[in-house]
């Protein structure tokens, strides 16, 4: 059980927009720590894609976007495309537990 | 260029202890707000962050596993070891580091992983 919570998956087609949603509690997004992006493609190892809440690490296509409201944040992806076939993972800095927690991960599909 | 490569044992037996070597360029572990943390992900499962040491030796530890894992640096070698003690079957995962720097308390750089399995 993660400490982070994500939609197992989501799913669009071609050129369609995608929000992935993580949602915490008061010791990590609501206590106001940061929320970071990560895309796996399979068989490789994470890469940051979304810094800060809503920043993008330098070669990251502006299709990718990140926001955060007081109590979770989303990852918005626009012109979907087959490439972008990964699984996500949204991570935060956890006050209670003094360190870093993920999200359960998100399989996006594109069909 | 930042790299990181993660190298030790891919078998492990129960009970046995685990030691994995992070061996870093392109940074140094001397320099203030630097760090390097190792994450693991199990076999179709979530990332779980394990360990953290900083530049002036400062180090966090999941408390799930906090009674089972050391995290030491080797600055002249640019390397940071992760021990796992007791190892059992569970702790099976593809093991990743990954630099880390204090301000932005993400994970910017990332090792290939290595993937260790426990078994007898």
């Known amino acids: 059980q993660s400490v982070l919570t994500q939609p197992p998956s989501v799913s669009g087609a071609p050129g369609q927009r995608v929000t992935v949603s993580c949602t915490g509690s008061?010791?990590?997004?609501?206590?106001?720590?940061?929320v970071h992006w990560y895309q796996q493609l399979p068989g490789t190892a994470p890469k940051l894609l979304i810094y800060?809440?809503?920043n993008r690490p330098s070669g990251v296509p502006d299709r990718f976007s990140g926001s955060k409201s007081a109590t979770s944040a989303s990852l918005a992806i626009t012109g979907l495309q087959a490439e972008d076939e990964a699984d996500y993972y949204c991570?935060?800095?956890?006050?209670?537990?003094?360190?870093?927690?993920f999200g359960g991960g998100t399989k996006l599909t594109v069909i | 260029q930042i790299t990181l490569k993660e190298s030790g044992p891919t078998l492990v037996k129960p009970t046995q202890t685990l030691t994995l070597t992070c061996t870093f360029s392109?940074?140094?572990?001397?320099?203030?707000?630097?760090?390097v943390g190792w994450i693991r992900q199990s076999p179709g499962k979530a990332l779980e962050w394990l360990t953290l040491?900083?530049?002036?030796?400062?180090?966090r530890y999941s408390p799930s596993l906090k009674s089972r894992l050391t995290i030491t640096k080797d600055t002249s070698k640019n390397q940071v070891v992760l021990t796992l003690s007791n190892m059992d079957p569970v702790d099976t995962a593809t093991y990743y580091c990954?630099?880390?720097?204090?301000?932005?308390?993400?994970?910017?750089?990332w090792g290939q992983g290595t993937l260790v399995t426990v078994s007898s």
């Open positions: 040491i900083y530049w002036n030796d400062d180090k």
């Open positions: 008061s010791s990590n997004i609501e206590a106001g720590n940061d």
């Open positions: 392109g940074f140094s572990l001397s320099t203030s707000g630097v760090g």
């Open positions: 800060g809440n809503r």
């Open positions: 991570q935060s800095y956890d006050i209670s537990l003094s360190g870093w927690v």
């Open positions: 990954a630099h880390h720097i204090w301000s932005g308390n993400n994970f910017d750089y």
